[in-house]
Every structure is written in structure tokens, then in C-alpha cells.
Nanobody, 126 residues
Framework: QVPLVESGGGLVQAGGSLRLSCAASGRAIGARHMGWFRQSPGKEREFVAAIRWSSGHTYYADSVQGRFAISRDKPKNMLYLQMNSLKPEDTAVYYC???????????????????WGQGTQVTVSS
């Protein structure tokens, strides 16, 4: 059973919106932190947004602050990323991730996350 499965990527024009979803199952359920990361060709995987599962506190990269919103549905074990005012530089593969241990100082660090989805492509045309 794949612990995290993303959906919702696609092609959108600059200024448009997309909503990504991530379904958690098995070992990913109960993770203290869940987050979204992205990776574009030739670049390292970068932090986008994260949420503390219990409290709902959210954290964002400067590049997406005010445009993206992370949220979760606790009963459904679903994670979402609402992306508005998309820019061509937002083009990347977006990954959902879960960190069971949940150390706050590492919430923006990809290496802290044990479980990853397969990724979903987001392409923003200019």
C-alpha cells in the first residue's frame, strides 16, 4: 500500500489556480507533520509548505507565501495545497510528504520526512 498518493496537477496559465490533494494511508497516518515539496529539472527538491497535523499551524516558503494555502482534513486523512496566482517559476513536480516524528526545527527540511508520494506535475505557461 502506497502511503501517500497525490492528485490534481496539470497545465494552467500564469495567474491561474490549481488544487493538489494527497491521500494518506498506512504508515503515513498519524504523522505529526505533513508537507509539500517541489522539484524542477536540474534543481534540488525545495520546501513549499507544511502543516502540523494536530494543531493545524502552517508554514510556507517565502516564494509562495500569500499565494498558496496548505490545509488538511483530519477525518479523511487528506492533505491539500491550494495554489493561486500561479507563475511560470512554480512549474515543478510537487510531492506530498509525511514526517511521523515531527521535530519543529526540521519542518522545512526534506530529509526529515520519511514518506513520500510519487509526485504530480504542475506546469504553468506564460
Amino acid at each position: 500500500q502506497v502511503p501517500l498518493v497525490e492528485s490534481g496537477g496539470g497545465l494552467v496559465q500564469a495567474g491561474g489556480s490549481l488544487r493538489l490533494s494527497c491521500a494518506a494511508s498506512g504508515r503515513a497516518i498519524g504523522a505529526r507533520h505533513m508537507g509539500w515539496f517541489r522539484q524542477s529539472p536540474g534543481k534540488e527538491r525545495e520546501f513549499v509548505a507544511a502543516i502540523r497535523w494536530s494543531s493545524g499551524h502552517t508554514y510556507y516558503a517565502d516564494s509562495v507565501q500569500g499565494r498558496f494555502a496548505i490545509s488538511r482534513d483530519k477525518p479523511k486523512n487528506m492533505l491539500y495545497l491550494q495554489m493561486n496566482s500561479l507563475k511560470p517559476e512554480d512549474t515543478a513536480v510537487y510531492y506530498c510528504a509525511a514526517d511521523p516524528e515531527g521535530i519543529l526545527s526540521s519542518i522545512r527540511t526534506a530529509a526529515a520526512y520519511d514518506y513520500w508520494g510519487q509526485g504530480t506535475q504542475v506546469t504553468v505557461s506564460s
